[in-house]
């Protein structure tokens, strides 16, 4: 399994950006997603989680009711769309699968993409 994120950038204080994920390998569509982020200085944190069908999701306390994850497993995409941004959601995130499907929030995942940065500005 491999995995691409994108969507990253800068933007402004209350406004919104959608990180994709794109996967490879026949068995993407099992796997539950996971987004976590890591900013400068310190540990990386769960951000949301989905499991292999998309029927149940998990949120950080952090971004919960203004984050959502999703998932299109005929794309081979997991999303996150963030909206109501703020400065201290400044991180880099990454996405992650594994065959586990629960216990998602931790920091346990199988296969990791490469990351990609969001700068939100105040």
């Known amino acids: 399994v491999q995995l691409q994120a994108s969507g990253g950038g800068l933007v402004q204080a209350g406004g919104s950006l959608r990180l994709s994920c794109a996967g490879s390998?026949?068995?993407?569509?099992?796997?539950?997603k996971g987004w976590f982020r890591q900013a400068p200085g310190k540990e990386r944190e769960f951000v949301a989680a989905?499991?292999?069908?998309?029927?149940?999701?998990y949120y950080g306390d952090s971004v919960k009711g203004r984050f959502t994850i999703s998932r299109d497993n005929a794309k081979n995409t997991v999303y996150l769309q963030m909206n109501s941004l703020k400065p201290e959601d400044t991180a880099v995130y990454y996405c992650?699968?594994?065959?586990?499907?629960?216990?998602?929030?931790?920091?346990?995942?199988?296969?990791w993409g490469q990351g990609t940065q969001v700068t939100v500005s105040s």
């Open positions: 992650a699968a594994d065959s586990r499907q629960s216990n998602l929030y931790r920091n346990e995942y199988e296969y």
């Open positions: 989905i499991n292999w069908n998309g029927a149940s999701t």
């Open positions: 390998g026949r068995t993407f569509s099992r796997y539950a």
